[in-house]
């Protein structure tokens, strides 16, 4: 431990821990799979044919000895007074929902990055060593650079929809936070303090000595334009990548509390009964 460090050690511990339990235990699963969502039942094809009025269809020689080589399909009414039954959501269930794999493997992600900053964070407070880097901070970065390869799949799922108009909806999100962000730089810092400037400032310092020798001076302005440009297009994939799909969570869960207005105890701790079926 003492050549590896601490902080090694225990990411090492927590990879092998997360490729370990994965199969046997998972929070993402965990959350999909506690009892709390129900997805409906197939009815079975007696419920149907009882249903029509149909009675059971007969053995092959008994339609061959009537005369009938084969029977017409069965069909049932829209209208037709049915309830179906629901039961609990499995495992087995959830892993046809598309991108669940990926969903599993990023909510575990998480959990685990979560701990190891916990942990790094107690390990600096009672120790403070001030020569180990904070692995916790490479951890962080790893699920922000994830959730954004995320965001990425559901939205090209949104652009590759011929109707339903998510496309438009998106590229008007994505040019209206880039004109949000733009306006926001050109707010004077004395009013929303956002700490860009300083930190311009501090960049060129910081900069201006090592070209001033290399003889790039005219790239000074240049890094200041692409620092402000990237900040801009940053907020603006962000508008597109999460309002979309923020206001669409938003109406799941205004259904979900509109169907359990009469128990507001199940509105704080579950998903109501029924709801999200599949």
Known sequence: MAVLGVQLVVTLLTATLMHRLAPHCSFARWLLCNGSLFRYKHPT????RALE????PRGRKDRWANGYSEEKPLSVPRDAPFQLETCPLTAVDALVLRFFLEYQWFVDFAVYSGGVYVFTEAYYYVLGPAKETNIAVFWALLTVAFS????LMVTRLYFSAEEGGERSVCLTFAFLFLLLAMLVQVVQEETLELGLEPGLASMTQSLEPLLKTQGWDWALPLAKLAIRLGLAFVGSMLGAFLTFPGLRLAQTHLDALTMSEDRPMLQLCRVPDGWGGI
């Open 45 to 48: 094809e007696e419920e149907l």
């Open 53 to 56: 009025g149909k009675p059971k």
């Open 148 to 151: 954004v390869k995320m965001f």
